[in-house]
Structure formats: structure tokens, C-alpha cells
């Protein structure tokens, strides 16, 4: 957390704050990642039982740029709940790295593995890109 504030200049948040506590400024955009399967449903089904998910939820409502990089491995990638879910907050404005171009879901119990090759850069480059003004059309 320390490195992460002394490069943005604000602090990292993991809990709410108390009552009267100044609030956190509203981000520029939001990478989550990894981003696991009971982390992508939960947040499309509106549950916010964590601070982390009770913020992607508000954001998400305040049209904040966002950006997910999944983890995930092929078994619950094709659970109709995961594809609803995914489909549901796409629908929202949320922007999904998943399938061609973005991260590919692994076979079952590989994961351990394949933390070390995880794709960072696809987020970093997709919140990015969100973060640089339209050129205007001529």
C-alpha cells in the first residue's frame, strides 16, 4: 500500500471510513485485477459485503472508467451466472478483458501456475487508453 500511495499521491483505502472522515477523491479510472469469479458475480448482482465491491458498485454508478482483467479458469468461465454477470456489467459501461485480446481462461487447477504470466499489461494499457482524451475528428 505504501508504494502504491507514494506514487499516486493518495493514500490506499482497504475499509470504509469513520462518519466525518474526509472521503476519497472519485478516481480518474479503476483497474480490477485479478479479478476472480465470485468477485465479478458479486458485484454484478449488486452484493457489496466488502469495501472493495461496495466501491466498484458506486463507481460503476458514477460512470468512473473501469476496467477488468479476470482470472479465471475455464469451468467457471462457462457457468451461465459468470456469462451473465460479465454481460450484465458490460451493459453498465464496465470494460471486460475476457476472451480474444484480453485474458484467456485456464483449465481447472492450473491457476497456481500461472500467476507469474498473469497479463498486467492488458489492463494497464486498457485503463490507460480510457485515461488519454478522444483526438477530434477533422
Do not use: C
Amino acid at each position: 500500500p505504501a508504494a502504491i500511495a507514494d506514487q499516486t499521491g493518495s493514500p490506499v483505502r482497504s475499509q470504509y471510513s469513520k462518519p466525518g472522515s474526509p472521503r476519497s477523491l472519485i478516481p480518474d479510472a479503476i483497474l480490477v485485477a485479478p479479478a476472480t469469479y465470485n468477485t465479478i458475480n458479486k458485484w454484478a448482482h449488486g452484493i457489496s459485503d466488502t469495501y472493495a465491491l461496495g466501491i466498484l458498485s458506486e463507481d460503476t454508478g458514477l460512470d468512473v472508467p473501469i476496467v477488468v482483467l479476470p482470472f479465471v479458469n475455464t469451468a467457471l468461465a462457462s457457468r451461465a451466472p459468470f456469462r451473465r454477470s460479465v454481460e450484465s456489467l458490460r451493459a453498465e459501461g464496465v470494460t471486460i478483458l475476457l476472451g480474444p485480446g484480453g485474458f484467456q481462461p485456464h483449465p481447472p487447477r492450473t491457476g497456481d501456475g500461472l500467476i507469474g504470466s498473469y497479463p498486467w499489461h492488458l489492463g494497464l494499457d486498457e485503463a490507460e487508453r480510457m485515461l488519454v482524451p478522444a483526438l477530434p475528428n477533422p
